[in-house]
């Protein structure tokens, strides 16, 4: 696996790492006291993940087509957080696994010829 490959598969990465810090941002937000920085720690958190992506995504982006990484940095992100919903929250309903199987199998698709 070439070092582009590798930076769209981590972008991808802390992509949805951040919408999992948001979400848990959120939980904690509702279950804290006003003197809690749990939130505000795990917001800064999804900003800084945000961030690396797309500084990694940047640097990819000087070696691959945008019609190629876009794709393979949202399924990853997408794998995140279902794998996030299914582990933790254990609310992934069988119609969004179908859902998320058709998009990734559609992203294959469009990026198959990478």
Do not use: H, N
């Not at 393979?72 to 794998?83: D, W, Y």
């Not at 119609?95 to 992203?107: K, T």
């Amino acid at each position: 696996m070439t070092v582009v490959w590798m930076l769209i598969l981590v972008s991808g990465a802390f992509g949805g790492m951040a919408g999992v810090l948001l979400r848990l941002a959120a939980l904690e937000s509702i279950a804290a006291t006003a003197t809690s920085l749990l939130p505000i720690a795990l917001r800064g958190a999804a900003i800084g993940s945000y961030g690396i992506g797309f500084v990694l995504y940047a640097i990819a982006l000087r070696r691959i087509s945008l019609s190629t990484a876009y794709p393979l940095m949202v399924a990853i992100s997408i794998l995140v957080v279902l794998t996030f919903t299914a582990l933790y929250e254990q609310t992934l309903k069988p119609m969004q696994a179908v859902g998320s199987f058709v998009i990734l199998v559609g992203i294959w698709l469009v990026t198959r010829q990478a």
